[in-house]
């Protein structure tokens, strides 16, 4: 018996993840003069007590609108807290709005989703809040007409883009390597390999082979394995153009943060599938990024996946390591883990053509929000949600020339790590951290500690 695997060149979609610390990002203080904005008692180690908003103080001032996508349960309480705590009170926001929450999406039959995502690709910018991916239950829970597909998935299908994941560190929360002293950025390439193969159990006496039929209907045949007993198969595929544009945007991306480019893959053995990639990286580093990469005293290093895994683990970290699909899906968990926790780890969406989303890699945080609606108050971390309001509020000032805003973007974010160190924090924080003084707050009175420091940071 024969079973034939087509591979057919073919053109899709892929996708990237990343994490953030502030450890290695100098914070610049432009010495602007801000009027006082708020007034409040402020206790350093818990919360701020009042404040009143000075409806005369200047707010910083926005040239083109940030693409809002609001999402679900308790990350979107956390999504509103943020904006009127942190935003509101500073940045005359100028956002293009999009609510994402599952009601919505299904309202408007997912129709909200597409939109928001093309007006990311018109604007550039996004910052997106966690959103439910419905399953059967959620179709019970929400009375949905059907079981919408993942909006992350939709986005990332129309962006085409790569996720960076990159963990925040903090004092006081060691990550379980000892010697990781900054952040490693996960990069995934999730598109192809086994994500979208074609497989196949076999019976005794079966054999497996791979055919490739050309645009002249001429055919190359490999055999797989002739099989005595049962067993199994697969097929598997990539592109170049996707590798392509993986490898474009995991140069840009470590240039742009001016860190170390890492990519591995098993070479030796898969001599003609995972070499593709190595040679794809290479040649794209010689002839577009080289002289750069030395200009800027940062350097592209590949190797074997398990070399780069031992490195990676006897590193100090402050690297970006590209992984092939399968490879950035484990990792990155790991990764998640072992930098501490999930609420910590922030995600950007970079495609090709220079669009940024913004998110944090966690979801809605469902167990906290049954409890939020039984009127209870939560310790939900909002670390990673105002990390990617920062990215993408820095990131657009960066592309309109509007210096406050990322200054702005870098106090929110100083303020953050800083409220953490002294050792305010919600709970999950609170029973990982080795400070010896800490006090657990709820969100808000995290939120209000946050602001106390930004304020101070501002002055
Ligand atoms: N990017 C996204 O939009 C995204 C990602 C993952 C899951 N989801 C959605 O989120 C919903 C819940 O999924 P889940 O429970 O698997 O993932 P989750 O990330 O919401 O929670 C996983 C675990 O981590 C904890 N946790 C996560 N973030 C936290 C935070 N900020 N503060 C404190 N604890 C935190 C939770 O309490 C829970 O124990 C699902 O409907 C899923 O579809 C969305």
Same mark, same amino acid.
């Given at each position: ?35 006082? +904005? ?306 910590? +780890? ?85 029973? +990982? ?27």
């Amino acid at each position: 018996m024969s079973f034939f695997l087509f591979y057919q060149s073919c053109y899709g979609l892929f996708l990237f993840t990343y994490p953030i610390s502030f450890s290695d990002r100098a914070f610049f203080c432009h010495g602007r003069t801000w009027r006082t +904005m708020l007034q409040y008692g402020y206790d350093e180690r818990t919360e701020i007590l009042k404040k009143e908003v000075d409806p005369m103080t200047p707010k910083i001032q926005m040239k083109t609108p940030l693409v809002e996508m609001d999402g679900d349960e308790m990350t979107r309480i956390l999504w509103k807290m943020i904006k009127d705590i942190l935003i509101l009170p500073y940045i005359d926001l100028k956002s293009e709005y999009y609510d994402l929450g599952m009601k919505h999406r299904d309202d408007t039959d997912d129709e909200v989703t597409i939109e928001s995502a093309l007006a990311t690709k018109k604007y550039g910018v996004a910052v997106k809040c966690a959103t439910i991916t419905a399953n059967a239950a959620r179709v019970k829970e929400y009375d949905l007409k059907k079981m919408w597909p993942s909006p992350n998935g939709t986005i990332r299908a129309i962006l085409d883009g790569t996720v960076f994941r990159k963990p925040i560190m903090v004092k006081g929360i060691a990550p379980l390597v000892r010697n990781w002293e900054k952040p490693i950025t996960i990069a995934r390439h999730a598109f192809g390999d086994i994500y979208k193969n074609t497989e196949l159990r076999i019976p005794a006496g079966g054999k497996a082979e791979l055919v490739v039929t050309d645009a002249q209907g001429r055919q190359t045949r490999r055999t797989i394995h002739e099989f005595k007993g049962e067993g199994i198969t697969q097929g598997i595929f990539n592109t170049d153009e996707s590798i392509r544009s993986y490898a474009h945007a995991c140069f840009d991306y470590a240039l742009s943060v001016k860190e170390d480019l890492w990519f591995a893959t098993k070479d030796t053995v898969s001599k003609i599938y995972d070499h593709r990639f190595k040679d794809i990286f290479q040649e794209i580093y010689d002839k577009e990024y080289k002289t750069r990469y030395e200009a800027c005293g940062i350097e592209y290093f590949y190797t074997l996946i398990d070399d780069v895994v031992a490195r990676i683990i006897r590193s100090r970290g402050g690297m970006v390591w590209a992984c092939k699909n399968y490879d950035g899906d484990v990792m990155s968990d790991m990764m998640a883990t072992a930098f501490g926790s999930l609420a910590m +780890m922030t995600s950007v969406l970079v495609s090709p053509d220079g669009n940024y989303e913004y998110e944090a890699a966690h979801g809605t945080v469902q167990r906290h929000y049954y409890k939020y609606l039984k009127g209870e108050k939560t310790s939900t971390n909002p670390v990673a949600t105002i990390f990617a309001w920062s990215g993408a509020l820095r990131k657009r000032g960066e592309l309109d020339g509007l210096p406050e805003l990322q200054t702005y973007a870098d106090a929110l974010e100083k303020a953050t790590i800083d409220t953490i160190e002294s050792g305010t924090m919600t709970g999950d924080l609170y029973s +990982m951290s080795s400070l010896p003084e800490k006090v657990k707050v709820n969100s808000e009175e995290f939120l209000n500690a946050i602001a106390g420091r930004l304020e101070k940071l501002l002055a």
